[in-house]
T-cell receptor, first 115, second 116 residues
């Protein structure tokens, strides 16, 4: 069974640009969550999508947005990039059912560098 | 508010020693889940264990064991007879049903180095 895949693995952008990251969950998983990991703030929850709907959201500015497609693949977009957006962006997928916390499987991450 | 504290920033032990990683959490929920993840240098988070708030039984999996104590809000992780391959950053995390079970709040991580 293929794991969670994220593309691209590495990305370099300049301030003011926008970027789109992609995440393909494990087959059959309907929930996709995104996390930002930085040395200063650690791992922080961005948002979660389930059946194409944002089900939960962290405390990030509106420049960070996402969406999920009918095949459960998800994209994350960051507009007007700032230096502080340099981070490892991790995607996690799970079955997403209610009634219990499913195990989340993480992808290898996208390393974004903003210059 | 929900919070996870991993007070140990870095730990180094000699191979074959036992090591315990501490995790203390705060939550107002009565239903919650606790997790441990391992992050090797490759960066991918590897799931180790999930525990729900109603199950305080300790768990052992090979050289790994976990001690969950609601009375002290702790969920500690012990590696017995450590090996070099155990070197990684370990994260403790909490999810609460009121925020949707997929939202994980992570601790700051403990970097474990096993010295050969």
């Amino acid at each position: 069974k293929a794991g969670v895949t994220q593309t691209p693995r590495y990305l370099i952008k300049t301030r003011g640009q926008q970027v789109t990251l992609s995440c393909s969950p494990i087959s059959g998983h309907r929930s996709v969550s995104w996390y930002q990991q930085t040395p200063g703030q650690g791992l922080q929850f961005l948002f979660e999508y389930f059946s194409e709907t944002q089900r939960n959201k962290g405390n990030f500015p509106g420049r960070f947005s996402g969406r999920q497609f009918s095949n459960s693949r998800s994209e994350m977009n960051v507009s007007t990039l700032e230096l502080g957006d340099s981070a490892l962006y991790l995607c996690a997928s799970s079955l997403g059912g209610t009634g219990g916390s499913d195990e989340q499987f993480f992808g290898p991450g996208t390393r974004l560098t903003v210059l | 508010a929900q919070k996870v504290t991993q007070a140990q920033t870095e730990i180094s032990v000699v191979e074959k020693e036992d090591v315990t990683l501490d995790c203390v959490y705060e939550t107002r929920d009565t239903t919650y889940y606790l997790f441990w993840y391992k992050q090797p240098p490759s960066g991918e988070l590897v799931f180790l264990i999930r525990r729900n708030s109603f199950d305080e039984q300790n768990e052992i999996s090979g050289r790994y064991s976990w001690n969950f104590q609601k009375s002290t809000s702790s969920f500690n992780f012990t590696i017995t007879a450590s090996q070099v391959v155990d070197s990684a950053v370990y994260f403790c995390a909490l999810s609460e049903s009121r925020f949707g079970n997929e939202k994980l709040t992570f601790g700051t991580g403990t970097r474990l180095t096993i010295i050969p």
